[in-house]
């Protein structure tokens, strides 16, 4: 007789075997061209089966994009940490945001694709599931944006950020360019140090330069 602790087991690979499949599905054809069909046939079972583990596509997706969502915000903690004392750490936070960016491409794809359909920014409601997928990244969404507000408060503290703006409303602005330059510097990728006379990651780290500039006058 299968104990209930090795059936428990033997579900959550089932689960994690779906989520690494539907990843590769997800990452080939983004979310609109990903089906239920074809993560099932990667997975190496039936529709049924899925419908054991997750509610739909969506459920799916949200998994999938939780690794990456975690990813990102250990990454960015990684940086905060590295920080000096009274630094505001927001080169050190775009520099991890680049890195990730350049190494975990599909992933931040799968990001924005969730931010532009999924999150939410105001008025949530307080009877969300905790431990749903949606629920889940959601914090961690949250976590990262409150991070990046720690940061420029510690800025506009110390003097080396000054804005009329809050620092969430900064925080919006600059996580607006920071994704937007990344998004150029990915597209033109190819011989993109011949064609501009520059390596991406100098490119990059001269914009923050132009940012911190203009924000600490």
């Known amino acids: 007789m299968v104990s209930a602790d090795r059936k428990a087991w033997e579900q959550e690979q089932r689960k994690k075997r779906i989520v690494d499949m539907a990843e590769a599905v997800f990452f080939q054809w983004g979310y609109d061209g ?40 250990g990454a960015l903690k990684r940086s905060v940490a590295r920080t000096e004392p009274k630094s505001s750490g927001l080169r050190e936070l775009a520099a991890a945001f680049f890195d990730y ?15 532009s359909r999924y999150f939410v920014y105001h008025d949530r409601t307080a009877s969300m599931d905790p431990e749903s997928h949606l629920e889940r990244c959601q914090q961690v969404s949250d976590d990262m944006a409150h991070l990046v507000t720690a940061a420029i ?16 409303q900064l ?18 990728e190819k011989n993109f140090e011949e064609a501009f006379g520059i390596s991406r990651r100098v490119l990059f780290d001269r914009f923050v330069g132009m940012v911190e500039r ?3 006058r």
């Open 34 to 73: 990903a089906t239920l069909p074809a993560i099932a046939e990667a997975a190496g079972y039936n529709k049924r089966t899925l419908y054991l583990y997750f509610k739909d596509k969506e459920d799916i997706f949200l998994a999938v994009v939780l690794r990456g969502l975690e990813g990102l915000h």
């Open 101 to 115: 960016s350049i190494d975990h491409p599909q992933y931040l794809d799968l990001i924005m694709a969730y931010e």
């Open 153 to 168: 408060e510690t800025g506009m503290a110390g003097g080396g950020v000054k804005s009329d703006l809050t620092a969430r």
């Open 171 to 188: 925080m919006l602005i600059l996580w607006g360019q920071i994704v937007g330059v990344m998004k150029i510097l990915r597209m033109r």
């Open 214 to 216: 203009a924000l600490a």
